[in-house]
């Protein structure tokens, strides 16, 4: 038989089309499936598998434990097809009581720790299900939820979870997806309740009146949130921020008039060991001077003891160095960028997120209410066939005896269903009794009751918002303020006291930066290296430079200046003249201070002086007038200012002065280059905080080589210090974005201006 012909299925395709259509499927896949939790249980797909896996091996709060190993391979092997590495690392978060404000795995064996530490393999490890874990996974079979197929097609999972507590904002969560992440600090279940019931009552409650409720973030591990109501109040609103999250300490009297500081929290998801590492690391540098040692003295709870160097020392000018330097302050991000109905990733408002969880909780209500008036139905149905027959037992007993078939018969006779008539066939000898009679009648009043109430429910909004605040009150009960696991961990500072260790923070740090006024010369050499020299000195022959090197950059200034860099990738940089390198030697790399780009150069460097307009240009012949103010940076990255398009490059960096801006540029005409200039009224450049620009000049196969800006009436001056008066220069003036003409006759060659 012969071979049937291959045929490739091979298709002519865009590889940009197709590629983005790839990238889109596989961001959108980690996106939904992986990075972002769903606002209603606030669990992302891996988290809920775990839940379920768990749940389906028995390991309820009360049961016995099982391997880790075990709980990890059903969920790999059923649910989640992904390397059991990360599964296991996500189970093991579950149960850090550190990590997770109310854990929902009951660990046991090594599970981590605040220092740092990682966990014992899964082998070694124990674990089920927490009290907390079971109120999200309660009403699963119930029909609460939609259940969908598995990867694989062989066993059905949740889509969510019924979640009976707003585990979102609970537990918080943390993603990084394709072209956007999460970050959702922990909060206090008590307070979520209060005002989750309060957005039942008035589903048009604004954000202020849940922030009567809410006060802000609740951390495992405490901490003081160091913001005033209003910064926290914002960030609520928004769905974005931070919260500035500071160690708690107290300071203990030791003999002779001593003292220690004892911190005793710590703020969220800072490592111990490397906190204390990093105090020892300050102390070595002697950037600390006020602190002596540090001691780490903690056994199950926290506590790192701080010796000042002597009992003269301020403990809170000793802390707020600390606070500065090192991880005892910590900023806390807020991004609740969350799956909206778990299709949606949408960044959301306190209100929203509570707002989606309570609209979860009325579908569960309703769908859990439907299920179990199913269940009534179908119960009633029977009893009503038990009640029927009752009364000839003799008769049934016959029909069964006699009949071949005696389910039609049965049917017949006492005008009964098909199902009444099988429970009845199914029927144990031991429940024809009169007991059993009034068992059935009592039950049978008692669901007629239930299912009365029910339908009495299900039609009645005002009674379903009434239950779902009976539900948050009996999670409030079991999770709440008043129990040891719900009460607030975390301090919110007044806004009082917020002010003044701001004040205090800005008292010391005037205090510590605190320079000298001193003369200063600064040096920049051709091959970038920098130093500076005490006084204003003179380029001489006695500065001495690196074989190859010279002078290119020599600027008198102060030590309490800044300095202003320009890079030809359009950043600017500034730095600090009393912390550049002395004069000794060659001085230091340029690229040691700032991160400037390989493949860049400088353009300009000049003493920072505030108020100033500059004047930057690109070789493309684009510019613009920007504040100096606005261009300095904090960073060592620098800051953006001017956008180059390549394979140009930031070029012209002056300071603004005058009415007038000149532009000379190269312009290519057949094989040789000719220089043209052009004037025009400054007007007509725009001021921009950042840009391309506007054109300047227009070039063919040319760049621009220099621009400045001066005073029409005092003339301009070339490079040779050459000035040109108003009557001289008069043809020279037109519009914006004209090619010019050739420069007048005495021009310097080089084409360039003073």
């Known amino acids: 038989m012969a071979t049937p012909p291959i045929v490739d299925d091979i298709r002519p395709e865009q590889l940009s089309s197709a590629l983005s259509e790839r990238y889109l499927a596989y961001a959108l896949s980690t996106i939904t499936q992986r990075a972002l939790p769903d606002a209603r249980d606030g669990l992302k797909p891996v988290h809920r598998r775990l839940l379920h896996a768990m749940r389906l091996l028995g390991l309820d709060p009360k049961s016995g434990f099982k391997k880790c190993a075990r709980v990890v391979g059903d969920v790999i092997g059923k649910y989640h097809p992904h390397g059991d590495q990360s599964v296991y690392e996500a189970l093991v978060r579950l149960a850090q009581d550190f990590a997770v404000r109310y854990p929902l795995v009951d660990g046991q064996g090594n599970f981590g720790n605040v220092d740092g530490d990682s966990a014992a393999a899964m082998r070694y490890t124990e674990s089920r299900l927490t009290e907390a874990a079971q109120a999200l996974l309660e009403g699963l079979d119930e029909d609460a939820v939609d259940f969908r197929p598995t990867y694989d097609g062989t066993e059905d999972e949740p889509v969510v979870m019924p979640a009976a507590f707003p585990n979102l ?254 429970a009845i066939l199914n029927m144990r000898l031991r429940a024809l009794r009169k007991l059993e009679e009034m068992q059935i009648r009592t039950e049978h009043t008692n669901l007629t009751k239930e299912q009365k109430a029910l339908k009495k429910l299900l039609g009645s909004e005002e009674m379903i918002s009434d239950k779902l605040i009976e539900e948050m009150k009996a999670v409030d009960e079991k999770f709440g303020l008043k129990t040891a696991l719900g009460k607030r961990r975390s301090k919110i500072a007044d806004k009082k006291t917020v002010e003044k260790v701001e004040a205090f923070a800005e008292e010391v740090t005037a205090i510590e930066t605190a320079v000298e006024r001193e003369p200063l010369t600064i040096v920049c050499s051709q091959k970038g290296w920098l130093r500076s020299f005490k006084g204003h000195i003179e380029p001489s022959d006695q500065v001495k430079y690196r074989e190859g090197d010279r002078e290119r950059y020599w600027i008198h200034g102060e030590t309490t200046d800044k300095l202003m860099l320009f890079s030809t990738d359009g950043r600017f940089y500034t730095l600090d003249c009393s912390k550049l390198p002395g004069g000794r030697g060659n001085g230091e790399a340029i690229r040691t201070f700032i991160d400037l780009s390989p493949e860049a150069d400088l353009v300009s460097v000049f003493i920072h002086e ?91 196969d040319g760049e621009l080589l220099d621009a400045t800006t001066f005073t029409w009436k005092e003339g301009l001056a070339d490079c040779n210090n050459r000035t040109f008066g108003p009557s001289d220069l008069k043809d020279w003036k037109a519009e914006r974005a004209q090619t010019g003409r050739l420069p007048p006759k005495g021009w310097a060659k080089s084409g360039k201006f003073a």
């Open 169 to 422: 904002l609970a537990n918080g969560s943390n993603g990084i997806a394709v072209g956007m992440a999460t970050s959702i600090p922990p909060h206090n279940l008590g307070e979520l309740c209060a005002a989750a019931i309060e957005l039942i009552k008035n589903p048009g409650a604004k954000d202020a009146t849940l922030l009567k409720y809410v006060k802000g973030p609740d951390f495992p591990t405490g901490g003081i949130v160091m913001d005033s109501p209003e910064v926290i109040a914002e960030a609520y609103r928004t769905g974005r921020g931070s919260f500035r999250v500071r160690a708690r300490w107290s300071k203990e009297e030791g003999p002779r008039n001593s003292y220690q500081i004892v911190i005793d929290q710590i703020p969220y998801q800072v490592q111990k060991a490397k906190l204390i590492e990093r105090l020892a690391e300050l102390i070595e540098l002697k950037k600390v001077p006020l602190l002596d040692d540090v001691h780490d003295e903690s056994a199950e709870d926290i506590r790192i003891v701080l010796t000042p160097k002597t009992r003269m020392v301020d403990e809170n000018v000793l802390m707020e160095q600390l606070f500065r330097q090192s991880d005892l302050e910590s900023r806390i991000p807020l991004n609740m960028n969350v799956l909206d109905n778990g299709l949606v990733p949408r960044v959301m408002s306190l209100k929203d997120a509570l707002l989606a969880f309570v609209n979860h909780r009325r579908t569960v209500l309703e769908r859990r209410t439907k299920f179990r008036l199913a269940k009534i139905a179908s119960r009633l149905e029977v009893l009503e066939g038990y009640l029927a027959v009752f009364l000839n037992l003799d008769k049934v007993i016959k029909i069964i005896r006699t009949e071949d078939e005696p389910k039609p018969v049965l049917m017949k006779t006492f005008q009964i269903n098909d199902n009444q008539a099988e």
């Open 610 to 700: 505030p108020g100033r307009k500059l004047f930057l240009a690109a070789s493309t012949g684009h510019g613009f007038i920007t504040n100096e103010d606005e261009a300095v940076a904090m960073t060592k990255a620098g800051k953006r200012v001017m956008n180059v398009k390549m394979p140009g490059e930031a070029s012209v960096c002056r300071f603004v002065g005058g009415d007038t801006v000149a532009v000379i540029g190269e312009n290519k005409r057949g094989l040789d280059l000719q220089k043209k200039l052009l004037i025009f009224p400054l007007a007509e450049v725009p001021e921009l905080a950042r840009g391309q620009g506007v054109y300047l000049q227009r070039y063919k």
